[in-house]
């Protein structure tokens, strides 16, 4: 496990943030109370369709804006033909270079029908996605489109040699949802009949005034609210409260509930944190590329925030760029990585590939029907790091059968690694045997007790699902159930930089205009995690370590779904050792539907740990509380260990 120490002084000496955000991280104490008093109810966003993640295609990785009707109906035929669409890819979404202007008669957004020939209402003037979107539903699929929060598209700045960008004035060439949410809302949805949006945020992001390219292409200059590998300088609280309106118009518009809200604002102004409470997924990173280096980071910024995702919201570490680069028919060992870590941290698997030419061994990938049922096990736990090494990581996935566990075992490295599986990895028992069914092959491959040891090639990973006997025998640990917990309130007061998303990689989004030494800013370091300290160390209460468990912050509060179904709660409360805030003095409460069941007195860091135990009988939501009574002012570590419902 990392040294706290360690990514301390990284966080002091290389990133020098100790961030004081627009989004006032002040709190009073009083409003910090009142942030901890129980809610008895799931603050989440419940609203859409993605009980399970996501699938389905995108025209982005494979088209970027050189997209047409054409490609996209191929696209739709090939999920079809192939059998792709019955193994549940559904979503068939147009990304970026649809639109070419906005009408200034009545701010109504006009299709390229040049690119979209149905979309021609043969008016001279209107134009409508609906016949392409019917075409689409007709073929037992659901139809995508893309827009951008801010004025401007991200195919603006980024794309401006395409041929497809908007046309004609200053005025026209906003297409974004800026000053037209409502109206562009009601239009993709009511109107044209889609099923998803995807929001982009370069509109709030990339247009100062002092970009060269603002004045030259006479767009209209935006004070970024989003400024790149500019913590400090991200007005957080203006970007939330965007895509809160976002989300808001979106339940208004679609009272049946049957939509999808991808938030894309590239893991920045704290989304990783927020973005479960407006959205049904929202993007963990900057844009992945068709490399390995990019498919490490962008899986990085995902795999620690397992308490962030579940039914209904999900991390999304981007699309899958199977098909492309590293990841095409002649690197099939890392493209079934790929598809296997995606699937085991429960990412949406968006496929970006011209499907009408895709060979077979990669529609053999994506169409893996036993690794595509760990994605979309109806249970919703995002997968958890049990071993976390440089070169090599275990990855464990708790099923709806509390007896099976979905793992992946990688080799991140260049090397063959050497990678052991131990039955307490499963939280199953030691002495008696598991079962591990390899779901490339579909079949039962081994069986051990206690541990197994795997030699695995340059970037190989292998999937299995294991089966055992559980180590608790009439329960589960809380930390097995990652998808019923709702962060509502982290206790991270001053936004600094995640460390694990950067450690292998430091991406240049675009050398030209950033500079050499950019790096994508993702705030949230010190959010809960599942079975370590929010910094990833070992959990440690008065010189004892503890395999299960919640590692969070004090001053902080979970919401867990146990919906009537267990009888009993019991934990050990405590300050870790690994905390910086060695004076602290901390409370623990548990409640039950808002009511109290449960409380520590005030605990320190070198008390034993506090055993609670409740009855939790009928009981729909639970929370817990860790509330610091004293002054101490370095972040707090507290854990939650050995957390478990019977």
Known sequence: MKNYAFFTGILVLLLGVSSQVKATTEKTEASLDSRLRPSGQWSAFVGGNASTPPMGWNS??????DVDEDKVMGAAKAIVDSGLAQKGYKYINIDDGWWLKRRQSDDKIVIRTSI?????????NDTSFRTF???IHGMGLKAGIYTDVGRNACSQVWDLHSPNLPEGSTQEREIGLWGHMPEDIALFFREWGFDYVKVDACGIADYSASEKFVSEYDYQPFEPLIVRGDLPNNDIAAVEEL??????????VNPDNDYILSICTWGTANVRSWGKNYGNLWRTSEDIRSSWESMLHVFDSAVTRALFAGP???????????????????????????????SIISAPLMIGYDLRSAPRPLLDILGAEEVIAINQD?????????????????????LQNPSEKAVVLFNRSAEMASVTL???????????????????LKKDQYSFTGEKTFQLKPHESLIFKATGKRQLKEGLYLSEMPGRVNVAVDGVDELTLDPDAHRRLSLKHNPDRYGSGYRQHYPGFGGPRVNVSP?????TLNGKRYRNGIGVLANSRLEVKALGEFNSFSVLVGVDENTLGTKAKVEFLVYGDGKKIASSPALGIKDKPWALNADVQNINIIELAARQVDEESSPVVVAWANASFE
């Not at 249970?379 to 440089?390: C, F, I, K, P, S």
């Not at 910094?535 to 959990?539: A, C, F, P, S, V």
């Open 535 to 539: 910094y990833g160390d070992t959990i």
């Open 116 to 124: 979209f020939p149905s979309a021609d209402m043969g008016d001279g």
């Open 422 to 440: 131990r039955a307490s990895d499963l939280n199953m028992n030691i002495e008696t045997p598991i079962l591990l069914r390899n779901l490339w």
């Open 312 to 342: 209904g919201n999900w991390n999304d570490p981007d699309m899958l760029y199977i098909g492309h680069g590293d990841f095409d028919e002649n690197h099939l060992t890392e493209a079934k990585s790929h598809f296997a870590l995606w």
């Open 378 to 398: 109806p249970a919703g736990n995002q997968g958890v790091l049990t071993y976390d090494g440089e070169r090599s990581q275990v990855i464990v996935k708790s």
């Open 60 to 65: 982005w990785n494979a088209f970027r804006t």
């Open 243 to 252: 895509y809160y309106d976002l989300s808001k118009t979106l339940v208004h």
């Open 133 to 135: 979107v019917d075409r």
